[in-house]
């Protein structure tokens, strides 16, 4: 069993930055895959940023150049560094962890609210 807390969000105007945080407990370790997805109200849950096993970053085109994704492993955290925020980053932030044969099973987290005023 994984156990992912996310902390971070908040309210920020146009052109702001945010760092979300999110602790993982449990049994995994470097290469588990850990990434950030977010869900706008009325659209489907999508990729903002995340490390694969072999520890390559992997970007949404909406973010390359703003957000960046880091992790340190010896307190199982990963990070999202959110830079230039726009309104259009509003969203239910949720951290993923990945564990299991293949990765194949999806852990996550309870979510943390981005807003962006414009």
């Known amino acids: 069993q994984v156990q992912l807390v996310e902390s971070g969000g908040g309210l920020v105007q146009t052109g702001g930055s945010l760092r979300l945080s999110c602790v993982a407990s449990?049994?995994?370790?470097?290469?588990?895959?850990m990434g950030w997805f977010r869900q706008a109200p009325g659209k489907e849950r999508e990729l903002v940023a995340s490390?694969?096993?072999?520890?390559?970053?992997n970007y949404a085109d909406s973010v390359k150049g703003r957000f960046t994704i880091s992790r340190d492993d010896a307190k199982n955290t990963v990070y999202l560094q959110m830079n230039s925020l726009k309104p259009e980053d509003t969203a239910i932030y949720y951290c993923?962890?990945?564990?299991?044969?293949?990765?194949?099973?999806?852990?996550w987290g309870q979510g943390t609210q981005v807003t962006v005023s414009s």
């Open positions: 993923n962890c990945k564990t299991g044969w293949g990765f194949r099973n999806d852990y």
């Open positions: 490390f694969s096993s072999r520890g390559s970053a």
């Open positions: 449990g049994s995994i370790t470097s290469i588990n895959p």
